[in-house]
């Protein structure tokens, strides 16, 4: 059974940090392109980030580089979104998906798994 299960969200105040996980049962990590994506209410689907497979080239988009980074743990199947310096804009329900390739944080070819989101909620 294939999961992905996106966590740690939460509340925070503007600076402060959150770290997030997603963790994959059902398929290894290392065979997918893993990215993380945001919609906050009202808006589209953003995509914030992505882990190439093979060479692990990170991608982030333009609004949160330099504050936020992608990371992935092979022994635990699980990739994280390490994000600082976060701002109330960051808001918005964040959420994982396992992709053959990666090209930017927002291109990506065949996209095979969701997962649930997490709410991130930054106040002012």
């Known amino acids: 059974d294939v999961q992905l299960q996106a966590s740690g969200g939460g509340l925070v105040q503007a600076g402060g940090s959150l770290r997030l996980s997603c963790a994959a049962s059902?398929?290894?990590?290392?065979?997918?392109?893993i990215g993380w994506f945001r919609q906050a209410p009202g808006k589209e689907r953003e995509g914030v980030s992505c882990?190439?497979?093979?060479?692990?080239?990170?991608y982030y988009a333009d609004s949160v580089k330099g504050r936020f980074t992608i990371s992935s743990d092979k022994a635990k199947n699980t990739v994280y979104l390490q994000m600082n310096s976060l701002k109330p804009e960051d808001t918005a329900v964040y959420s994982c998906?396992?992709?053959?390739?990666?090209?930017?944080?927002?291109?990506?070819?065949?996209?095979?798994?969701w997962g649930k989101g997490t709410l991130v909620t930054v106040s002012s």
């Open positions: 998906a396992a992709a053959g390739w990666c090209y930017s944080s927002s291109a990506y070819s065949d996209m095979y798994y």
């Open positions: 882990i190439r497979r093979g060479d692990g080239n990170a």
């Open positions: 059902g398929f290894l990590f290392a065979d997918y392109s």
